[in-house]
Nanobody
Framework: QVQLVESGGGLVQPGGSLRLSCAASGGVFRLYAMGWYRQAPGKQRELVAD???????NYGDSVKGRFTISRDNAKNTVYLQMNSLKPEDTAVYYC??????????????WGQGTQVTVSS
């Protein structure tokens, strides 16, 4: 059973920084693209950033220039460095990963979410 475990969320003041981590474990045979999405109250879930196995990245327009996604393939882990945080970045942040397992084949898994609150 694949699990994605997120960490690093919390409360930060506007202009501050946070670093989120998401580690995949449990029967991972191969890990493809990984990414971060977020969902604020009353809004749809939106892409924050994603990254391929080779390191190609894609960012949502609202975070370009402020957030950086990276991954450590040896650790099956993806990171999201968030700088210059704004109150509108407040949301639950979800990690996802495209995973191949021996038993379940290939599918996308989601983490449980981690709260990020930007407030003074």
């Amino acid at each position: 059973q694949v699990q994605l475990v997120e960490s690093g969320g919390g409360l930060v003041q506007p202009g501050g920084s946070l670093r989120l981590s998401c580690a995949a474990s449990g029967g991972v045979f191969r890990l493809y693209a990984m990414g971060w999405y977020r969902q604020a109250p009353g809004k749809q879930r939106e892409l924050v950033a994603d990254i391929t196995t080779g390191g190609s990245t894609n960012y949502g327009d609202s975070v370009k220039g402020r957030f950086t996604i990276s991954r450590d393939n040896a650790k099956n882990t993806v990171y999201l460095q968030m700088n210059s945080l704004k109150p509108e970045d407040t949301a639950v942040y979800y990690c996802n990963a495209d995973v191949l397992t021996v038993l379940a084949g290939r599918r996308v898994y989601w983490g449980q979410g981690t709260q990020v609150t930007v407030s003074s």
